[in-house]
C-alpha cells in the first residue's frame, strides 16, 4: 500500500474501517469507565473518589506521549509503531480487566494511555497516505467521526456493560478489536513494515523529562483540581507552578536542540498554529457541555447512567452521517469558511439550548444535543485541514501528534472548568430564588399550602424544588458560556490562510 492510488479502492476504504477502528477504542476507552467507577470502588472496597486515578493515570500518560509521536516515528516508522501500539494497547486492555486492586488498575491505565497514545495520530497520518489527495478529505471525515464518537458513545456502552456484566468487560471489549486492527494493517502494509528499519535517535534525555514534568503536572492539576478545591489545595499550587516552570523551559530548550522531541518550531506556520489553538477552545467549548449535561441529567433530573448516556449519544448522529458528506468539499470549499459554518451552528444551538427547565423530556435532550452534533460534524473536520494543510509531509506525524495533544488538553480543561462554573451559577440562582421565598411574596402562601406536612416538612420540600431549580439554571448559564466561546472563534480562524485543497501546503 505504498502507493497512492487516483481513486479509492476497496481495499482503501477496508483499511479506513481498520484504522479509524483503532482511534476509536483509543477515545473510547478515555470515557467508558466513567460511569462505573462507583462499581470499581465497590469491587475494591475504596472511597468512590480514589477511583477517579482510573481516568487521570490514563489520560495523563496518553497525553506525555502524545507531543513525542513525531520524535518516536522517526525512529521505529509509521506503520510499525502503530501496529505494535495497537497490539500492546490490548495486552494493557487485558491486564486493566485483570485487575486486583486500585494500584494494579492504575498501573494498567498508565501502560494503556503510554502505548496507546500512538493510535489516533498515527492512524490519522496513515489515513492522509493512501487516500488520493483530492479525497483526502473524506478520508479524514471518516475518522473525525470516529473520534468524536468514542467520548460520546463510551458512557452508553460502559453503562450497558457494566448494568448487564461487568466493569471488566469495558477493558476486555478492545482486546479481540486491537487485535483485529492491527492484523488488518500489517496485511494491508505489509512492504511498509518490512521496509521500516529501526533508526537509533540521540534522546533527548532534559526534553523528556520536561514534558513528563509539565504536561504531567498540567494533566492532573486539570484532572484532579476540582476535588481538591482548586488553590485551596497547596498540592493543586505546588502542580502548577511545577507545570508552568517546565513548560516555558521545555519550550526555550527544544528550540534551541539539535534534535527536539518535540518539533516546536511547527508553531512558525500560521495555519497550523491557528488551526490547534482553535481546536483547543473548540473543545473546550464542546467537553463543557458533553460533561454537564449527563451529570445534570443524573444528579438533578434522576435518570440512569446509561439512560442519560442514551439521550446525550443523539450528539452522534449527525457527525455518523455528515462527516463524510462535509468530507467531500473540503477540497472545494475554503475550509475556514467550513469551520466558521460549524462554530455559528453549535453556538446558535447552545443558546437556542440554554431553556432547559425540570420538566424537560428526553428526546427533547436528545433533539436538541442531535442539533449540536450538526456543529460539531463541520468545524471537526474543517480544522484538521486548516491545521495540517500547509504542514510539509515530512513533518505530518510531529503535527498530527500536537494536533491531538491539544484536542485532548482542550477535553481536559472543558471537562475540569464545568464543575466550578456550574457550582457558581446555581449558588447564585439558588440565592436569588430563596430570597422571594417570604411571606411578603404573594405567591408564597398559595406555595407552601400546596405542600403537605409540617411547616419544617414543606420548607424541607421547597429548598429541594429551588435547589433543582437553581441547578438547572446552571447549566443553562453554561450552555450560554460554551456558545460565546465557540463563536468568539469565527474571527480568529479568518486569520490563517485560505484552504481548500487539504494537502495543498505540503505539496
Not at 82 to 88: C, D, K, M, R
Not at 444 to 462: D, R
Not at 466 to 493: C, H, Q, R, W, Y
Amino acid at each position: 500500500m505504498s502507493e497512492i492510488n487516483d481513486k479509492i479502492t476497496g481495499k482503501i476504504i477496508f483499511i479506513t474501517i481498520a484504522l479509524a477502528m483503532g482511534s476509536f477504542l483509543n477515545t473510547l476507552n478515555a470515557s467508558i469507565v466513567n460511569v462505573s467507577l462507583t462499581h470499581i470502588a465497590g469491587d475494591f472496597g475504596m472511597a468512590p473518589s480514589k477511583s477517579t486515578w482510573i481516568i487521570t493515570s490514563y489520560a495523563a500518560a496518553e497525553a506525555i506521549v502524545l507531543p513525542l509521536i513525531g520524535w518516536l516515528t522517526l525512529q521505529f516508522g509509521t506503520v510499525k509503531q502503530y501496529i505494535w501500539s495497537t497490539i500492546l494497547f490490548a495486552v494493557a486492555s487485558l491486564f486493566c480487566g485483570m485487575s486486583f486492586s486500585l494500584s494494579t488498575l492504575v498501573a494498567a491505565r498508565i501502560l494503556q494511555g503510554v502505548v496507546g497514545a500512538s493510535m489516533i495520530p498515527l492512524s490519522q497520518t496513515l489515513i492522509m497516505k493512501i487516500f488520493p489527495k483530492e479525497k483526502r478529505g473524506i478520508g479524514i471525515a471518516i475518522w473525525t467521526m470516529t473520534l468524536i464518537l468514542g467520548p460520546i458513545l463510551g458512557p452508553v456502552i460502559g453503562g450497558a456493560i457494566t448494568d448487564v456484566a461487568s466493569w471488566r468487560w469495558c477493558f476486555y471489549l478492545s482486546v479481540p478489536l486491537c487485535l483485529l486492527s492491527s492484523g488488518v494493517i500489517y496485511y494491508m502494509f505489509k512492504k511498509d513494515y518490512a521496509g521500516e528499519k529501526f533508526t537509533k535517535i540521540k534522546a533527548d534525555i532534559v526534553g523528556i523529562l520536561l514534558l513528563i514534568s509539565g504536561v504531567g503536572s498540567l494533566q492532573v492539576f486539570l484532572e484532579q483540581g476540582t476535588d481538591l478545591d482548586w488553590f485551596a489545595s497547596s498540592s493543586i499550587v505546588i502542580l502548577a507552578i511545577a507545570s508552568f516552570i517546565s513548560l516555558v523551559i521545555l519550550g526555550i530548550w527544544e528550540w534551541h536542540h539539535e534534535n527536539p522531541v518535540i518539533n516546536v518550531r511547527l508553531f512558525l506556520n500560521k495555519n497550523f498554529t491557528i488551526g490547534v489553538f482553535s481546536l483547543l477552545i473548540a473543545s473546550v467549548a464542546f467537553f463543557m457541555t458533553a460533561v454537564i449535561l449527563p451529570f445534570w441529567l443524573q444528579n438533578v433530573m434522576g435518570y440512569t447512567s446509561f439512560i442519560s448516556g442514551k439521550t446525550t449519544a443523539t450528539l452522534g448522529l449527525p457527525i455518523l452521517f455528515l462527516s463524510p458528506i462535509i468530507g467531500k468539499y473540503t477540497d472545494k470549499i475554503d475550509n475556514r469558511y467550513i469551520a466558521i459554518t460549524g462554530f455559528i451552528i453549535f453556538a446558535l444551538v447552545s443558546f437556542f439550548t440554554a431553556n432547559y427547565s425540570l420538566d424537560v423530556t428526553s428526546s427533547y435532550v436528545s433533539y436538541t444535543r442531535a442539533l449540536s452534533g450538526i456543529g460539531l460534524a463541520f468545524f471537526f473536520v474543517a480544522l484538521n485541514n486548516v491545521s495540517l494543510g500547509s504542514v510539509k509531509p515530512v513533518e505530518i506525524v510531529a503535527a498530527a501528534g500536537i494536533y491531538n495533544f491539544m484536542r485532548n488538553l482542550g477535553n481536559s480543561i472543558g471537562s475540569s472548568l464545568f464543575t466550578p462554573l456550574w457550582n457558581h451559577y446555581r449558588a447564585y440562582h439558588h440565592e436569588v430564588l430563596a430570597s422571594h421565598i417570604h411571606t411578603g411574596n404573594p405567591n408564597f402562601l398559595p406555595l407552601i399550602n400546596s405542600v403537605p406536612g409540617s411547616i419544617q416538612a414543606k420548607l424541607v420540600v421547597i429548598n429541594g424544588l429551588i435547589t433543582k431549580e437553581a441547578a438547572t439554571m446552571g447549566v443553562n448559564d453554561v450552555l450560554l458560556i460554551s456558545g460565546f466561546i465557540i463563536l468568539a472563534l469565527v474571527p480568529f480562524i479568518l486569520l490563517a490562510d485560505k484552504v481548500i485543497d487539504s494537502t495543498q501546503g505540503g505539496h
